[in-house]
């Protein structure tokens, strides 16, 4: 531990930093710098090198001049999207729609993993976990037939079900407003078991002996989770529900496409931003106009988690991302 | 030792990343062997089967003719709109390429996809495609004045053929359908006492029948679906007309309403993905496709359900036809490529060459099929009963060098004979728009229409709520900007009906 020594952060808290000069640290971390190669040129080769990419959405590609030759075209690739008249509604519900999904998703998850972590029998533990995670490997082309065969007029479950009641059958994919909690519904349903794992393990963290002591001074269940567990988990919550609001403004396509399709009855309650762009630009093939819709979503996203997180840093600078 | 370990997983690790880079990378398929040159040909479908044999023949034909190689890449069907512009944006290396106009043929040769043919370039490599390639072909394949595809030259129609389940129609005492009626007669009757077969599921035939047929000032050939939207032109005045905004449209809204209401459509038809299987699983009545593919399915459904006594029928009565664009399928050049001439004369030996032609229509001579003289052959199926089918070859298909099967149907053989005699010939019929002014505007009216029309157009409104939608349709897509769409294109077809 030589190389440690002891400095005041920028706050005044004592503690231990690295010492030595840049190359002395370089050797003594060899092994973690190695280790985060492959992660850098992930990075590096998907994420930073695309970016370059940005570009083209205030060009007029073609194949010829390829992406940094291509006649610049101003901001004439945006206008598509804003002339329709449609994109305040599509950037509404793709963000209302995220919102949904992050806080629906966040409360079941943690009813689910608190509820795992509660249950003595290592068996039936087990088994529960392993069934909330099967819808996680569904994929929506699937749940899209599932749906269909719940929902359709003449075969589905649903509607057959009415008839046995003795109601009047509905087209229910015809009725905007009953896809806005089918699609939450869903969401769920396939997300639940997968992001409850998270939580799960940081329970799994929490030190038993808080919850010997509890046990001791009389705290009951409810008691132990609401004093305990939940407080230990919040570093935990805030991060992964900051991670998802990173992406407040992507429409989930492979979701959406699947379930919601051409179904236009459906667009005012159902449409999201990259539905939209993929109706609209599908006959077209330019690459200009959807990287365009593309650096619109990302900019939001950009401004939306800059703002989240520094709200969060203002509170617990310790759990905000960075 | 655990040292030496990490040390040998983390070269591994890097070893790997690597590989991957190396992957991405430039794999040049053309290199010189010999003085044999490689070319590679894109085409579209499943590899065939015999894919091995049948080109191995052509290629020892092939490198005693001009010395060349050819090796395919087919692309599957359901990659055609995301593997196949692809191949343009990301410079991958090949020489021929299988193009047509619902292929983007258009928008590709605006991006500088292919290789430019200039007339001495064609005249000098395949002179005898020159001189047949109608000049009005040529016109055709012309984008921003340069010719960058050699299509096809063969007759084709895109007009309906309905195939329906005879065993259901005398069952419900009908006579052999022979008009719009006796079929609507049949849907009806199939929705009333079969509720669990599913009358018919193709909305475009629907329209065809009911609207665009049914209508004495329409004629098929004037206008279709181009550029992302459906328009015709006005007989007397020239001018373009939307569909959505006609009466023609109205009628069949109305129509397709009337069969949701009677049960001949499902109403949730819209989200229905297994569509396409229906008819093969027994629970359609009626399969719709083209002469060529319902001729097909005609043959091999019959074999499989003999009991279904499956009957082809055609319900365009005497209206003129409008004959296939000659782009709709054809052969292009890439611009990169190394050996432009070897392709091009390659194409030359494809589309001219009776040894070619026939290895790639109709397989290996003795063995596939037996000349019968006079342009008709005696085919032979292999030991599983199919016939010699080497998919994907339309893109060399030449009418004078085509034969006609001694078994073929006389359906077939009928009706191709009935619209042959009956084309109808317009100027304009196979002008595209150049998109570039108004690419907003189809977008906003992209997205309009499936979001205001398709529901009207799957008979999703009820019939008292109609004329409120029908209004609200043609107000958004007013607004997307569908006159400014209009008065573009037709600047431009006056143009090209004056060049």
């Not at chain 1, 038993?208 to 570093?235: C, L, M």
């Not at chain 2, 990378?25 to 044999?53: A, F, H, V, W």
């Not at chain 2, 063995?367 to 009963?385: F, L, R, S, Y």
């Not at chain 2, 893109?395 to 359906?411: A, H």
């Amino acid at each position: 531990m030589d190389s440690y020594v002891i400095k005041k952060d920028r706050v005044n808290r004592t503690v231990l930093k690295p010492g030595g000069g840049f190359f002395k640290q370089l050797i003594q971390y060899k092994y973690l710098l190695i280790m985060l190669i492959p992660v850098l040129a992930y990075y590096i080769i998907f994420s930073y090198l695309p970016m370059f990419g940005v570009v083209l959405a205030f060009k007029n590609y073609n194949y010829a001049d390829g992406i940094f030759k291509s006649p610049w075209v101003g901001l004439k690739n945006f206008e598509f999207f804003f002339q329709s008249g449609s994109a305040l509604l599509v950037t509404r519900n793709t963000f209302l729609y995220n919102i949904a999904f992050i806080f629906v998703n966040l409360i079941l998850q943690l009813v689910v993993s608190i509820g795992i972590s509660e249950i003595g029998n290592k068996y039936i533990k087990k088994v529960s976990q392993t069934f909330m995670l099967f819808p996680y490997f569904i994929s929506w082309v699937v749940v899209s037939i599932f749906c269909y065969n719940l929902f359709s007029m003449d075969y589905g479950l649903v509607n057959t079900f009415r008839a046995m009641m003795g109601l009047g059958k509905v087209n229910i994919y015809a009725e905007a407003g009953a896809w806005k909690y089918i699609l939450v519904m869903l969401n769920a349903w396939k997300g639940v078991g997968y992001g409850s794992i998270i939580y799960l393990a940081a329970i799994t963290g929490i030190d038993t002996s808080y919850y010997e002591a509890a046990k001791i001074d009389g705290a009951n269940a409810f008691q132990r989770i609401r004093h305990i567990t939940i407080p230990s988990i919040v570093p935990s919550i805030i991060t992964v529900v900051l991670l998802n609001l990173g992406s407040a403004f992507r429409g989930n396509f492979g979701m959406f496409y699947p379930l919601v399709g051409n179904n236009g009855l459906l667009f005012n309650a159902t449409d999201v931003i990259d539905t939209f762009t993929y109706r609209a630009l599908m006959n077209q093939n330019d690459f200009g106009m959807s990287s365009a819709v593309g650096l619109y979503q990302s900019l939001l996203c950009f401004i939306f988690i800059m703002l989240a997180n520094g709200i969060v840093k203002k509170i617990d600078s310790d759990s905000s991302l960075f | 030792m655990s040292v030496m370990k990490r040390f040998i997983s983390t070269m591994l690790l890097g070893v790997l990343c690597i590989f991957v880079l190396v992957g991405c990378g430039d794999g040049s398929n053309i290199e010189k062997n010999g003085n044999i040159t490689q070319l590679k040909m894109i085409l579209i479908g499943d590899t065939p089967s015999r894919y091995e044999e049948i080109y191995g023949k052509l290629n020892e034909m092939l490198r005693e003719d001009i010395g060349a190689e050819v090796s395919v890449e087919y692309i599957p069907y359901s990659a055609k709109t995301d593997k196949y512009p692809l191949l343009f944006s990301s410079n991958e290396n090949f020489d021929i390429v299988f193009t047509g106009n619902w292929l983007d043929y258009n928008s590709n040769a605006s991006k500088n996809s292919f290789y430019e043919l200039t007339e001495d370039f064609i005249a000098e490599n395949a002179p005898k495609t020159y001189e047949t390639v109608p000049k009005s072909a040529w016109k055709q394949a012309t984008v921003n004045g340069k010719i960058y595809m050699i299509p096809n030259t063969a007759l084709e129609y895109e007009d309906y053929i309905y195939i329906v389940r005879g065993d259901f129609r005398k069952k419900l005492g009908l006579d052999e359908l022979k008009t719009a009626e006796d079929f609507e007669a049949y849907l009806t009757g199939l929705a009333q006492k079969y509720p669990e077969i599913t009358p018919i599921t193709d909305l475009n035939a629907i329209a065809y029948i009911w609207s665009t047929n049914a209508d004495e000032n329409y004629r098929e050939n004037f206008g279709g679906y181009r550029n992302g939207i459906m328009y015709a032109w006005d007989d007397n005045t020239g001018t373009p007309i939307y569909n959505n905004m006609t009466d023609r449209y109205e009628r069949y809204i109305y129509k397709v309403r009337d069969f949701v209401d009677k049960g001949v459509i499902p109403a949730d038809l819209v989200s229905n993905k297994s569509v396409a299987n229906m008819f093969e699983n027994g629970v359609a009545g009626t399969y719709v496709a083209n002469l060529e593919t319902a001729v097909n399915k005609y043959k091999t459904w019959s074999k499989a359900h003999p009991e279904w006594e499956l009957e082809l029928c055609d319900f365009s009565g005497d209206k003129p036809m409008k004959a296939n664009s000659y782009i709709n399928n054809g052969l292009s050049i890439n611009r990169n490529s190394k050996n432009p001439e070897k392709a091009m004369q390659f194409i030359e030996l494809l589309r001219n060459d009776e040894r070619y032609f026939n290895l790639t229509w109709y397989g290996v001579e003795g063995e596939d099929w037996e000349d019968k003289g006079d342009g008709v052959i005696h085919a032979i199926p292999d030991e599983k009963g199919d016939y010699f089918d080497l998919g994907c070859n339309w893109g060399w298909k030449n009418q004078s060098m085509l034969k006609v099967r001694d078994d073929e149907l006389p359906f077939k053989l009928d009706t191709m004979e009935k619209w042959v005699t009956n084309t109808y010939e317009n100027p304009a019929a196979n002008f595209v728009a150049d998109d570039s002014n108004v690419k907003n505007e189809l977008a906003a009216l992209s997205s309009a229409t499936t979001q205001y029309a398709q529901p009207l157009q799957y008979g999703m409104i009820e019939k008292s709520e109609i004329p409120a939608a029908l209004q609200e349709m043609r107000s958004q897509v007013t607004k997307a900007g569908i006159e400014k769409i209009l008065s573009d294109f037709d600047k431009q077809i006056k143009e090209f009906l004056a060049e």
